[in-house]
């Protein structure tokens, strides 16, 4: 693939990360353009290689999270190993690990040490819960993270989780920590100072969902703020049968397909949603639905009746009638199958198509952010394990052929 400059062009990390939640983020800063050396066990490397993988080793897990990186294989539990790990931070600009707290610490390559030795460096640890607290050091992953936020019950009864979304809590935890490392590069251009930068699954995940939180923590005599919508419900939860205005609604059309409404205020809106429908009677022709907080106050009804009628027709067949009738605010509930395919996505470069020298051509999500002048590019597929040792220690420490053969032969790489 073409090298492509980005805004991070000239800043280099070392990503000491394994399975999602770091490496993300450092194919992040590599989409932007930094260079990216990932630090892997020599002889295994990251267990990621392996999830998800085809019978030709093709892994979409490994080359979606570690996408622009240059491998860099050594034994961590050699002291010369450690070392040049340490070296490598020594020359370069971000840090990142995801290990469990005080596993840094053990090996030495820890925040404190590193930054003694460079004051400039980012370093940028994501954990499980946070780095304070009894539960700094407890062993998480992706679920934890949704479920003691309460994501897995924000819809659903508590009785009855939610099915979760894998990885979107590693995925959420990622974003937040090339964000905070993004903030801190540009502090230390401004202040000429590094930092510590953290995020964990759980902050993140409460970060995702900031408006709930805020509602529930500031109550005011023990009741939350109440939408317009809430004041009309009879249910206790959220629930789609009864949703205090059913223009802001998921429906089920008559192939099994869904999809959704997002029509805040009805009153613009509801003659032509009428005319989409072709006017039916039951709801052209009651006057307790003759105005938006009629059609409130009635959510239960109205809600019953537009499943009856979205029920007799496929969702292609709703949804054109729907977008040819007006400026409707109306989309396909997608699947993942369907969100692979949305040509909206492709057209914003949400997904992409790369070449891969072993595995051909690969769709992948793109970077979700637009730079017009430096934009992020995917320039670098995922790196075989140690693909790039002999020429870290040669063009980045510095090392002649004959230390490397040295290294070599004490399996230090």
Not at 7 to 27: E, N
Not at 108 to 120: K, S, V, Y
Not at 176 to 195: H, I, K, N, T
Not at 273 to 294: I, K, R, V
Request: with cysteine; hydrophobic share 40%; glycine share 10%.
């Amino acid at each position: 693939m073409a090298e492509t400059k980005g805004p991070l062009s000239g800043i280099r990390v070392v990503d000491w990360t394994l399975w999602q939640q770091g490496p993300v983020a450092g194919a992040m800063l590599g989409d932007l353009g930094a260079e990216v050396i990932k630090i892997e066990e020599r002889g295994r490397g990251d267990g990621g290689r392996a999830m998800f993988a085809f019978a030709d080793g093709a892994s979409p897990y490994w080359e979606m999270n570690n996408r622009n990186k240059k491998s860099f294989a050594v034994d961590l539990k050699k002291p010369e190993g450690v070392e040049l790990v340490r070296q490598l931070a020594d020359r370069s600009d971000v840090f990142l690990t995801n290990f469990r707290p005080g596993v840094a610490e053990r090996l030495g390559l820890d925040d404190e040490t590193l930054r003694a030795r460079n004051p400039r460096l980012v370093y940028a640890a994501a954990s499980a819960f946070g780095p304070r607290g009894a539960e700094r050091s407890a062993r998480a992953y992706d679920l934890l993270g949704q479920a003691r936020s309460g994501f897995l019950l924000r819809t659903g009864h508590e009785e009855e989780p939610d099915v979760p979304d894998a990885g979107l809590a590693d995925q959420m935890g990622a974003i937040l920590l090339a964000y905070g490392v993004l903030a801190a590069l540009l502090a230390r251009e401004r202040l000429g100072v590094g930092q510590r930068v953290d995020s964990s699954l759980l902050g993140a995940m409460l970060w995702l969902r900031g408006l709930p939180l805020a509602l529930e923590l500031m109550k005011r005599d023990g009741e939350r703020a109440r939408s317009d919508f809430e004041r009309h419900r009879k249910a206790p939860r959220y629930d789609r049968r009864d949703p205090g205005n059913p223009l802001w609604n998921t429906y089920r059309c008559g192939d099994g397909k869904w999809l959704a409404l997002a029509i805040l205020t009805t009153d613009p809106h509801w003659p032509t949603f009428l005319e989409a429908l072709g006017n039916p009677p039951e709801l052209a022709d009651n006057p307790a639905y003759g105005d938006h907080w009629g059609r409130c106050a009635h959510a239960r009804e109205i809600t019953a009746i537009l499943d009856r009628i979205f029920a007799t027709a496929p969702r292609a067949h709703w949804l054109a009638r729907l977008k040819a009738k007006g400026d409707l605010p109306v989309c396909a509930i997608h699947s993942t199958e369907e969100a692979a395919r949305d040509p909206q996505a492709w057209a914003n470069d949400y997904l992409v198509e790369v070449d891969h020298p072993n595995h051909g051509r690969l769709a992948q999500p793109g970077f979700a952010v637009a730079l017009s002048a430096t934009p992020a590019r995917i320039h670098r597929h995922a790196p075989e394990l140690g693909e790039h040792t002999e020429m870290v220690l040669r063009e980045v420490l510095g090392l002649d052929w004959e230390e490397i053969d040295r290294l070599r032969s004490r399996e230090v790489i």
